[in-house]
């Protein structure tokens, strides 16, 4: 017993069929272009794991920066006129 049930033999007539249909060109660049493609996840999972890490850092720093600085607050203030005016 191989695979799920499947014999070595099965395989190999499944491998043979595969390529008398596709042919050794297309299974080629098929492979190195399956190939590039998890090259390329790994890539933007590596990177997408720096990026957090920087954050992380940069999150870790900035608290202590705002102690030596004092915090900053956006706003905006408007005069409300009154409806009924007082005389």
């Given amino acids: 017993m191989g695979f ?3 014999s070595i033999w099965q ?5 043979l069929i595969v390529v008398m249909l596709f042919g050794t060109k297309r299974l080629k ?6 190939g590039d493609a998890i090259k390329g996840f790994r890539k933007s999972v590596g990177a997408d794991e720096e990026k957090a890490s920087e954050e992380q850092k940069h999150n870790q720093q900035v608290p202590n920066q ?10 905006e203030a408007r005069k409300v006129e009154d409806p009924v005016k007082k005389d």
């Avoid at 395989?11 to 491998?15: A, G, K, Q, R, Y």
């Avoid at 660049?29 to 399956?34: M, Q």
């Avoid at 705002?66 to 706003?75: K, P, Y």
């Fill in 4 to 6: 799920g049930g499947i």
């Fill in 11 to 15: 395989l190999l007539i499944i491998l």
């Fill in 66 to 75: 705002q102690a030596q600085q004092g915090t900053v607050i956006n706003g």
């Fill in 29 to 34: 660049s098929l492979g190195s272009d399956l």
